[in-house]
C-alpha cells in the first residue's frame, strides 16, 4: 500500500490519533541526519540514500481509487513522516510528487486536510505546478529548520540543503501565498553540565523565531530530541549528549520530563515574545482530528 495509517503502532491509549493518512513516493533519505529517528528502524538501510518505490504511480492511483470506493471519512494526509519526499535527485528523476499533487487535486474530497513535511522546501519552486497544486489543496508546508546558523546546522544535517536555501525558499513560499509552518525540531538540551552547546537561544531559536514572523510564518512546531537506541544510531552524539540522556523508553534515549517541559516552555516562551504561535509536535498532529481526546502526555 502507497497510502498507509500515519502510524500504525501507536499506543492509542495514549494518543489517539484516530485515522491519519501518510503517503510518499520514495524510501529512505539522503540527507544523514545525525539525530534522525529513523535510525531506529532503517538499520542497514540507514546511509543507503532515497529510492523510488517500484510500481508508485499504479499503487497511489489504486489506493485512492479503494478508498473512494470504500466511502472512507475525510482525514489527513501526511506527506511524509519518515522521509523527505522533496529529495532533489529523486524528484528531479521521477517527478512522482508532482503526479502526486495532480492526483490528490482529482480525489480532494477524500481527504480533510494536506501536509508535506521537508528540509527542502525550494525543490517546490522548481516548476510553478508545484506551487499551484499545493495552493490549491490548501496544502501545508512544514519546513524543518533547527538551526539559524549554516555551520552548526551542517554539523548534524551533513547532506541536507542549507539553512540559508531552505530560509530563502520559505520565503518565496509565503510571498506565493503558501501557508508555511516553521519546525524547529528537534530542540537540543541547553545548560546540562558535560553536555555540548549543539543549538543556541541566541545564536539559533531567537533569531529563527525573529526571521519566522518577519516572513510571514504561520506558526512554530517545536519538539525535544529523543535518541534512537538501535539500529544505525550515531554513537559519537550519543556519547556527546550522554549526560543529558538519562531515560530509556522502548527504542529511545528520552530527556528526563522536567528537562523536556523546560525546552518546550523556554521555546513557547520566545515565540510568544515575538508573536508567533507555538505549538508541540504532538499536539499538532493530535489537531488534525477533533473528535480525539488530548494525549496523557507528550513525550
Not at 559519537?236 to 549528549?241: D, F, G, I, N, P
Request: with cysteine.
Amino acid at each position: 500500500m502507497t497510502i498507509g495509517l500515519y502510524d500504525p503502532w501507536c499506543n492509542r491509549e495514549h494518543y489517539p490519533l484516530g485515522i491519519l493518512w501518510q503517503a510518499a513516493p520514495y524510501s529512505y533519505c539522503s540527507h544523514m541526519c545525525r539525530y534522525c529517528y529513523g535510525r531506529s528502524y532503517l538499520r542497514g538501510n540507514f546511509g543507503g540514500g532515497g529510492r523510488e518505490k517500484e510500481g508508485f504511480r499504479t499503487k497511489f492511483e489504486t489506493c485512492l481509487c479503494r478508498m473512494r470506493d470504500l466511502d472512507l471519512p475525510p482525514r489527513h494526509l501526511s506527506m511524509a513522516n519518515s522521509t523527505d519526499m522533496l529529495q532533489a535527485h529523486l524528484e528531479r528523476n521521477h517527478r512522482h510528487v508532482l503526479f502526486m499533487l495532480e492526483r490528490l487535486l482529482v480525489f480532494r474530497n477524500l481527504f480533510s486536510s494536506f501536509g508535506i513535511l521537508t528540509k527542502n522546501p525550494g525543490l517546490l519552486l522548481d516548476d510553478e505546478r508545484y506551487a499551484s497544486y499545493v495552493r490549491e489543496l490548501g496544502a501545508e508546508v512544514q519546513v524543518s529548520i533547527a538551526f539559524y546558523r549554516d555551520a552548526a546546522a551542517r554539523e548534524l544535517e551533513p547532506a541536507a540543503p542549507a539553512v540559508s536555501d531552505r530560509m530563502r525558499a520559505v520565503e518565496k513560499l509565503t510571498a506565493r501565498d503558501i501557508r508555511v509552518a516553521l519546525r524547529v525540531d528537534p530542540l537540543f538540551p541547553r545548560h546540562v553540565p558535560g553536555c555540548p552547546a549543539l543549538q543556541g537561544v541566541e545564536e539559533d531559536l531567537l533569531p529563527l523565531v525573529r526571521w519566522a514572523k518577519g516572513v510571514g510564518v504561520a506558526y512554530v512546531i517545536g519538539k525535544p530530541l529523543k535518541l534512537p537506541i538501535r539500529g544505525s544510531a550515531d554513537r559519537e552524539l550519543h556519547r556527546q549528549l550522554a549526560a543529558a540522556f538519562q531515560v530509556r523508553r522502548g527504542s529511545y534515549w528520552r530527556l528526563p520530563e522536567a528537562e523536556k517541559d523546560r525546552l518546550v516552555q523556554e521555546m513557547e516562551a520566545l515565540c510568544a515574545a515575538v508573536g508567533v504561535p507555538f505549538e508541540h509536535c504532538l499536539h499538532n498532529i493530535l489537531k488534525r482530528n477533533e473528535q480525539v481526546g488530548s494525549p496523557r502526555s507528550v513525550t
